[in-house]
């Protein structure tokens, strides 16, 4: 097919619309997906350029004979291991850092080195739907733990450690989103994060600390990770470029103990990651230009989540619950029991609203019917509060009776919020 006849077909195609009779998508609140306008288009295209230009073999796979393949490029994990060092023991060196096909790569390899079917896997509830899928493909036995505005309760995970145990059947791993968690956006504090990392020794068990939104954090103070607080080398942190830079560059890496990042090099099976955008993104981290990217996309999503939050104050008052989070892309709305949320959430739909339904996010049938997630990552600014009066006209309408306030009164204010 010929250039021009490429851009006529494209012409005729109609964006943000489903195909069939659904109705068009005018505000997308639904993936965890970095706004466009924040990639750093010339500063990475300039160290592209600048790292083919140092070595052209870093087009080619990585090198068996510096760990290249198996590990990742070596000056990217350097400059994670400077900026991370401090969740590790003295003496971390590059064999506790592994580059990984973005944070997902990071997961799947743990999960996949470490568990057999019938093994116990302990997540939080709700979670991130996709972790749920994966210890699901291995067959593992997988066992829910609720998380609340402090994250998961540890307390309650204790208790499921210990019966596992008990059963003769000890859990092999416990995943966890301890900052900003996917998808109610709350915090871990730190004396349960210095619990987990001991309960996981005592257990004989390896917790897979999600960090992928620890770096987009807006207010409050930064707690230190579950991995600092490990002694026994239980711990795998996971981060990721993909929500800080850009996602199609597919890189992110996991950091923790060599036994274990060993046990994950022979697991390997994906040639590893790219070494070009690797030094690409060594080079951006080591020039400062990151921080500064960092700096201006995080004012930018600041201002998008206050947005959001007004309006959600303005349009959705009385007929939902929520906290502010201090950082990551999601609200979570509990609707209101007056609010028949099936109802509502195909209002919405017709509405031209996309938006994760809470069921997503729970692994048993029947959960999460009044939960929505709202991710404001990805929506303009400026398009934010007509997306919100559409949510909320839907939310009315979904509402039994007389029992729904009318828009923009004060009578229940959401929880939480500022």
């Given at each position: 097919m010929?250039?021009?006849?490429?851009?006529?077909?494209?012409?005729?195609?109609?964006?943000?619309?489903?195909?069939?009779?659904k109705?068009?998508?005018?505000?997308?609140?639904?993936?965890?997906?970095p706004?466009?306008?924040?990639?750093?288009?010339?500063?990475?295209?300039?160290?592209?350029?600048?790292?083919?230009?140092?070595?052209?073999?870093?087009?080619?796979?990585?090198?068996?004979?510096?760990?290249?393949?198996?590990?990742?490029e070596?000056?990217?994990?350097?400059?994670?291991?400077?900026?991370?060092?401090?969740?590790?023991?003295?003496?971390?060196?590059?064999?506790?850092?592994?580059?990984?096909?973005?944070?997902?790569?990071?997961?799947?390899?743990?999960?996949r080195?470490?568990?057999?079917?019938?093994?116990?896997?302990?997540?939080?509830?709700?979670?991130?739907?996709?972790?749920?899928?994966?210890?699901?493909?291995?067959r593992?036995?997988?066992?829910?733990?609720?998380?609340?505005?402090?994250?998961?309760?540890?307390?309650?995970?204790?208790?499921?450690?210990?019966?596992?145990?008990?059963?003769?059947?000890?859990?092999?791993?416990?995943?966890?989103?301890?900052?900003?968690?996917?998808?109610?956006?709350?915090?871990?504090?730190?004396?349960?994060?210095?619990?987990?990392?001991?309960?996981?020794?005592?257990?004989?068990?390896?917790?897979?600390?999600?960090?992928?939104?620890?770096a987009?954090?807006?207010?409050?103070?930064?707690?230190?990770?579950?991995?600092?607080?490990?002694?026994?080398g239980?711990?795998?942190?996971?981060?990721?470029?993909?929500?800080?830079?850009?996602?199609?560059?597919?890189?992110?890496?996991?950091?923790?103990?060599?036994?274990?990042?060993?046990?994950?090099?022979?697991?390997?099976?994906?040639?590893?990651?790219?070494?070009?955008?690797?030094?690409?993104?060594?080079?951006?981290?080591?020039?400062?230009?990151?921080?500064?990217?960092?700096?201006?996309?995080?004012?930018?999503?600041?201002?998008?989540?206050?947005?959001?939050?007004?309006?959600?104050?303005?349009?959705?008052?009385?007929?939902?619950?929520?906290?502010?989070?201090?950082?990551?892309?999601?609200?979570?709305?509990?609707?209101?029991e007056?609010?028949?949320?099936?109802?509502?959430?195909?209002?919405?739909?017709?509405?031209?609203?996309?938006?994760?339904?809470?069921?997503?996010?729970?692994?048993?049938?029947?959960d999460?019917?009044?939960?929505?997630?709202?991710?404001?990552?990805?929506?303009?600014?400026?398009?934010?509060?007509?997306?919100?009066?559409?949510l909320?006209?839907?939310?009315?309408?979904?509402?039994?009776?007389?029992?729904?306030?009318?828009?923009?009164?004060?009578?229940?204010?959401?929880?939480?919020?500022?």
């Amino acid at each position: 097919m010929s250039g021009p006849e490429l851009a006529s077909r494209a012409a005729r195609l109609t964006p943000f619309r489903y195909q069939g009779d659904k109705p068009a998508v005018l505000w997308s609140f639904t993936g965890g997906f970095p706004d466009p306008a924040h990639f750093p288009v010339r500063e990475l295209s300039d160290c592209l350029a600048a790292a083919a230009g140092e070595d052209p073999e870093l087009l080619q796979y990585g090198s068996s004979a510096d760990e290249s393949l198996r590990y990742g490029e070596r000056s990217l994990r350097q400059a994670l291991l400077t900026r991370h060092g401090d969740d590790l023991p003295p003496g971390a060196c590059l064999a506790n850092v592994m580059l990984t096909q973005g944070g997902i790569g990071a997961i799947e390899l743990a999960f996949r080195s470490f568990v057999d079917p019938g093994d116990a896997v302990v997540v939080e509830a709700p979670t991130w739907g996709v972790a749920l899928t994966l210890a699901r493909q291995l067959r593992a036995d997988v066992h829910a733990v609720p998380a609340g505005p402090a994250g998961l309760d540890v307390d309650a995970l204790e208790a499921k450690l210990d019966a596992l145990r008990a059963a003769g059947r000890p859990a092999k791993i416990v995943y966890t989103i301890p900052t900003f968690q996917t998808p109610t956006g709350t915090v871990m504090p730190a004396a349960n994060r210095r619990r987990l990392a001991a309960l996981a020794a005592r257990h004989d068990a390896i917790v897979v600390e999600d960090g992928t939104y620890a770096a987009l954090r807006y207010d409050g103070l930064a707690q230190p990770s579950v991995q600092s607080f490990d002694t026994e080398g239980r711990v795998l942190r996971v981060g990721s470029f993909s929500k800080t830079v850009a996602p199609a560059l597919r890189t992110g890496w996991v950091t923790g103990d060599r036994a274990l990042l060993s046990v994950l090099a022979s697991a390997r099976s994906d040639l590893g990651v790219s070494q070009w955008a690797a030094r690409a993104l060594a080079l951006f981290l080591e020039s400062g230009q990151y921080d500064a990217h960092l700096s201006r996309m995080l004012a930018a999503y600041r201002r998008k989540r206050d947005v959001l939050d007004a309006a959600l104050r303005r349009e959705c008052a009385g007929l939902a619950e929520w906290s502010v989070p201090d950082g990551g892309y999601f609200f979570w709305l509990r609707l209101r029991e007056h609010v028949d949320a099936g109802k509502a959430k195909r209002l919405a739909r017709e509405r031209g609203i996309a938006a994760r339904p809470g069921e997503q996010f729970f692994g048993t049938p029947g959960d999460g019917g009044q939960l929505l997630r709202i991710a404001f990552s990805q929506v303009a600014e400026e398009r934010i509060p007509g997306g919100i009066a559409a949510l909320g006209e839907a939310l009315r309408s979904g509402a039994a009776g007389a029992a729904a306030p009318e828009r923009g009164t004060d009578t229940a204010r959401p929880e939480g919020g500022r």
